[in-house]
């Protein structure tokens, strides 16, 4: 089981910045891929961007690339997600998740940090 704290997301005006980061803990060792998700309002969770816990295979859902990056640090056992040009629709509660093997569900969460777009 890896444990999963975000931080990071606040207020900010439509076109600024944001780092979010999260901190991983436990079993590490297993993990496969680091992924953002978010959850807007009224909406159903959406897959944000990913990262292979080794290598550099990254991805992006089509809303946010050229804007997002995702990284990792694992001798710090961090991920991160920075957000440049925010958009009012980017306003969500953002989640860490961890995926143990190629092709499972992300089985480990975060308990997530809100990030708020205002225009």
């Known amino acids: 089981q890896v444990r999963l704290v975000e931080s990071g997301g606040g207020l900010v005006q439509a076109g600024g910045s944001l780092r979010l980061s999260c901190a991983a803990s436990?079993?590490?060792?297993?993990?496969?891929?680091m992924g953002w998700f978010r959850q807007a309002p009224g909406k159903e969770r959406e897959f944000v961007a990913s990262?292979?816990?080794?290598?550099?295979?990254?991805s992006y859902t089509d809303s946010v690339k050229g804007r997002f990056t995702i990284s990792r640090d694992n001798a710090k056992n961090m991920v991160y997600l920075q957000m440049n040009s925010l958009k009012p629709e980017d306003t969500a509660v953002y989640y860490c998740?961890?995926?143990?093997?190629?092709?499972?569900?992300?089985?480990?969460w975060g308990q997530g940090t809100q990030v708020t777009v205002s225009s």
């Open positions: 998740a961890a995926q143990s093997r190629p092709g499972s569900a992300f089985g480990s």
């Open positions: 436990g079993r590490t060792d297993s993990t496969y891929r």
């Open positions: 990262i292979r816990w080794t290598g550099d295979s990254t």
